[in-house]
Structures are given as structure tokens and as C-alpha cells.
């Protein structure tokens, strides 16, 4: 007994990592972040496994490794909070304010003319992971455009509503487009087949396109992605062949781009120019009425944007 506790206590010592060797990880940590952010704990742990290979690709690294450091790391200070995105979580609450003053404000710093009103087309990213939502909101409420969420697969009252908005663009004579974000997975592979099929029994017949951006095998190739084994359980995987790779394993910028390049190659720039000269000048209508509000005591110049 007392040998096997000392083989024990040798094999941990020789795994623990050193105080530099930390500090050398939590430095590339930091790295990661200062390309882009915020990003997910999984896409943090790709490119610290693949792209700087500071760390084995493993499920035993991405836990208590990389998720124990930027815990440490946020309670320390050493990173802010904003940088790791987490949308699995979050706060239900009306909408209120602290007086007519405050609300005023606030729908002049948070007012946008609606960008696809005078545009040709419709543009719709569906996302099947709810952990990148937050990543790939800095993208699509930049450009006004609907994030749908499926968790997985959606459900059908998700995608009946869905399907009616659809059908309303089309019939306004749009062009409705929708990318899918997805796992290469065995669910990942089928569920955007699920959610096209369903979304064009209950349109009713309207016209759009849809598309799956990513994960493709093309990309699996071209950008060599990290691979995970292929979890064997469930009825969809017996006709999944090869590995597994998570939306993740993109890098971040990689992706940025690819959900930007899918909403801007829609864009008429004359017409968006045009809009967002108007924006400006309604926002300086609000700041006018804001300082012109009996009793705000509210200057019109103090007021950001």
C-alpha cells in the first residue's frame, strides 16, 4: 500500500506545472484575447491545444486546465470578466427607468434606423450552439440581423414562428437568405436538413435560400481543424463516419469573417450609406428634443452616442 501511494504522489508531482510554466499559459491565454473577443472557454482551449500548442488537445486539458485558469484568472483581475462569453445564462426583467429623463436617454443613445428595410434582401444566421451565441451577437446586431438560437434541435413552435417571418419577407418581395452555424457531428450533420425542411413545410411554399456555412468538410480540410473522437451513442451516429469537429475549433477571426461576409455581401452600400446619414440626423432630432424637455436640465452637446 505504501508503494502505491508513493507512485501516486511521483506521478503528480511530475505532471503539476511549474510557476513559470503557469505564467507562460496564462500569457498565452491573454494572447488569445487580445486578437479577438469575447470568445467561449472551448475556443480558448482550441487555440491554446492547436493553433499555439502550448497544451495537449484533450478533454482532460479544456477542464482542468484551461477552464481552471480563466477561472483563477477572473477572480484574481487578471482578466475581465467581458472577455469570456457566456450566453447559457441569463436575467429575465422588464425593461424599466428611473424616471421619463432616463428613458429618453436612453432611446437616443440606443436608436437605429432598421438596416434591411431598404435592402433588396433578408439575411437570417442560425446558430446551433447557445455557448457562441454571445460571440457571434457582436456580429449580427452590428448589422441588424436576426440570431436564431436552436439549442441543438429546434423545437416546432421555434420554427413555425420562424417560418411565418420568413414567409412575411418573402411575400414583401425580399430576398430571405439564412446561413446555419453547426457542429460536424452526428446531430450536427442532420440538424440543419431538420430545420430547412421543417422551415419550408410551415413558410407555406415562400422562397428562400439556406445554406450551411459551417462546419464543412472542406473546411475541416482546408483550415485543418482539430478533431474529436465521435461520440458512438444515439441513433444518428451509426451513419456518421470520421471524426468530429466543434464550430469552436474555427478560429475566431476565421469565424468573425465568415458571419460578416454572409450578412455584407447583401448589403447595398448606396442605400446603407444613405440610411445611416438619416440615423445620424435623428439622433440629433432626439438630442434636441432631449435638451428642449421642460425640467431635464439635459444640454443637448453632453449627451454620447
Not at 494572447?31 to 500548442?53: D, K, N
Not at 428611473?98 to 433578408?122: C, F, G, H, I, P
Not at 447557445?130 to 413552435?157: C, H, I, K, N
Not at 430576398?175 to 453547426?182: A, D, L, M, R, S
Amino acid at each position: 500500500m505504501a508503494r502505491v501511494n508513493r507512485s501516486r504522489s511521483i506521478k503528480r508531482k511530475r505532471t503539476r506545472r511549474t510557476n513559470a510554466e503557469i505564467a507562460e499559459l496564462k500569457a498565452a491565454i491573454m494572447s488569445v484575447f487580445e486578437e479577438i473577443r469575447p470568445q467561449t472557454g472551448r475556443q480558448v482551449f482550441y487555440q491554446l491545444a492547436s493553433r499555439l500548442q502550448v497544451i495537449p488537445k484533450t478533454e482532460a486539458q479544456y477542464k482542468s486546465t484551461v477552464i481552471r485558469l480563466l477561472t483563477k484568472m477572473r477572480r484574481s483581475g487578471e482578466l475581465p470578466f467581458e472577455y469570456l462569453a457566456d450566453n447559457t445564462r441569463w436575467m429575465r426583467k422588464p425593461r424599466s427607468y428611473s424616471s421619463l429623463e432616463a428613458m429618453l436617454r436612453n432611446t437616443a443613445a440606443t436608436y437605429r434606423r432598421s438596416v434591411w428595410d431598404n435592402q433588396d434582401s433578408y439575411v437570417e444566421i442560425w446558430l446551433e450552439k447557445d455557448a457562441l451565441a454571445g460571440v457571434f451577437y457582436e456580429v449580427t446586431s452590428a448589422w441588424d440581423v436576426p440570431l436564431m438560437v436552436t439549442r441543438g434541435f429546434a423545437s416546432l413552435s421555434f420554427l413555425y414562428s420562424a417560418a411565418e417571418e420568413i414567409k412575411a419577407q418573402a411575400d414583401a418581395g425580399k430576398e430571405v437568405v439564412i446561413y446555419y452555424f453547426g457542429d460536424h457531428d452526428p446531430s450536427g450533420v442532420i440538424n440543419d436538413r431538420v430545420i430547412e425542411r421543417d422551415l419550408r413545410e410551415f413558410a407555406g411554399g415562400a422562397d428562400f435560400g439556406f445554406e450551411r456555412m459551417a462546419v464543412t468538410l472542406d473546411q475541416i480540410a482546408e483550415w485543418d481543424l482539430p478533431t474529436r473522437p465521435t461520440k458512438k451513442k444515439g441513433t444518428h451516429a451509426k451513419s456518421f463516419e470520421g471524426d468530429s469537429v466543434e464550430l469552436d475549433a474555427i478560429p475566431p477571426k476565421t469565424l468573425k469573417w465568415l458571419i460578416e461576409w454572409c450578412i455584407t455581401h447583401h448589403i447595398y452600400q448606396p442605400s446603407y450609406d444613405a440610411l445611416m446619414a438619416a440615423e445620424e440626423s435623428e439622433r440629433e432630432t432626439l438630442a434636441a428634443f432631449i435638451s428642449s424637455f421642460k425640467g431635464n436640465g439635459v444640454e443637448a452637446d453632453s449627451l454620447e452616442f
